[in-house]
C-alpha cells in the first residue's frame, strides 16, 4: 500500500510534465485553483478596496481633527468671553462696593437720627447729641480676647441710654449685650440704661430682656 510520502513525491515528479501534456488535465487543475484562489484582477480589486477604504478613513480623520480644532477654538473663544466677562463682573462689584462703603456713612447718620426720634418717644427725654460708643476691652473680660466693645448710640440727658440695633433678636444676642453694658458700666463709672431695637425678638430673648433690665422696642415677637 502506497503512503502519503510516496504519493506526494509521486506527484511531484508527475505534476509538471502532466500540465505540459494534457491540455485537459491542465486546464481542469486551473479551474480547481481558480476555485480556490483569487484570480489577479480579483486580488487586485481587493488591494483596491482596502487602497479606497484607507483613503477613505484618512479623509475621515483629518475631517475629524479639524472638527475637533474648530470645536477647539470655539471653546477657548467661549471662555475668553467667559473670562472677560468675569473681569467686567469683578470691576461692577468693586464699583458697587466703593459706592456702598461711601454710603454707609450717610446710612449711619440717618440710622442714628432714627435712634434719636425712637428714643426721645420712649423716654420723654431730648437728647441734642448722639454718638456712637466704642470701648477698648484691652483684658478680653467681655468675650475672653482683647476686643473693642461697640454700641450703636449713646444718648445722654437726664438718664444715659445705651442702644443695639438689630434686625432679630436671638437669647444670644441678649446675653452679649448684658456682658457688654456690665462692663461699660464698670469702664465709665455710670448708670446706664440699656435699650434693645430690633424688628423682631425671640420669645425666650424678650424674657431674658425683662429679667435683665434691658428695655426692648420691636415690633414682633417670633
Known sequence: MMNKTTFLQMIKENLPRL???DEHFRYEIKGLLAETFSSKDELQAVLEEIRTSREDTNRRFEETNQQIAALREDTNRRFEEVNRRFDRLDEYTLRIHRELTALSGR?????????RQILQEFSGQRFTEIKRLVLEDEQGEVFGAPTQIEFDAY???????VVEVKSHARTDDIFNLKRKVEYARTK???????????ASIDQRAKRLCDESGIRVIFRSIL
Open 107 to 115: 446710612l449711619g447718620r440717618g440710622l442714628e437720627e432714627v435712634i
Open 155 to 161: 444718648l445722654e440727658d437726664t438718664d444715659t441710654f
Open 19 to 21: 500540465l505540459r501534456e
Open 188 to 198: 465709665l463709672q455710670k448708670a446706664l440704661i440699656p435699650v434693645l431695637i430690633c
